[in-house]
């Protein structure tokens, strides 16, 4: 929040089990952070000019700024570029900060409708993006109608969703795993 053009962070919305909760899904090294700012002078995130960027990200989810987090857009806004792992002189790779947010965001179904999508497709087709109509451009274009990946191989593709059953998804999936 703002109060006379500073940034204000309310401490009173600190949740301690939201930080444990956050290790619990993968930010393992999330409490060894020192906030040097070397993954935000790298994040493309801070160059597009996003109120939250790596850093401030990984302070905020230090502080257990749940409600914050988990309203903000921020976080579904990272490319996944891992700049910000290269460079993090704790190693307490600030992208895994991040995946732990939207694992905690699904949770409590608090992202993207898009993303529930992409979890959809990646899990029945083994692609998160899946456009429609591809197998008459791809016809035209002179290839197979199906690309030579999961969606080609059925068997496969049936042993990657049994992979995806044992993880983290079987748990917070907004749609059945069937």
């Not at 393992?28 to 109120?51: H, S, V, W, Y």
Request: include cysteine; proline fraction near 6%.
């Amino acid at each position: 929040m703002e109060e006379g053009g500073v940034n204000v962070i309310d401490l009173t919305q600190a949740d301690e089990s939201f930080v444990k909760e956050l290790i619990g899904l993968g930010a393992d090294e999330l409490r060894e952070c020192i906030q040097c700012g070397k993954c935000g002078a790298t994040c493309p995130m801070a160059l597009a000019g996003l109120e939250f960027f790596i850093k401030r990200i990984v302070h905020a989810a230090n502080l257990g700024l749940r409600d914050i987090l988990l309203e903000d857009s921020s976080i579904w806004a990272c490319q996944s570029c891992n700049r910000c792992v290269e460079i993090c002189p704790m190693d307490i790779k600030p992208y895994e900060v991040i995946q732990a947010l939207r694992r905690a965001a699904i949770k409590v179904e608090s992202c993207p409708a898009n993303t529930y999508e992409g979890l959809r497709n990646l899990y029945k087709f083994g692609h998160a993006v899946f456009p429609k109509g591809f197998e008459e451009r791809r016809k035209k274009a002179g290839l197979p109608e199906k690309p030579p990946t999961a969606l080609s191989f059925d068997e496969l593709r049936k042993k990657y969703q049994e992979v995806l059953k044992q993880t983290i998804l079987e748990e917070i999936a907004p749609f059945p795993l069937d």
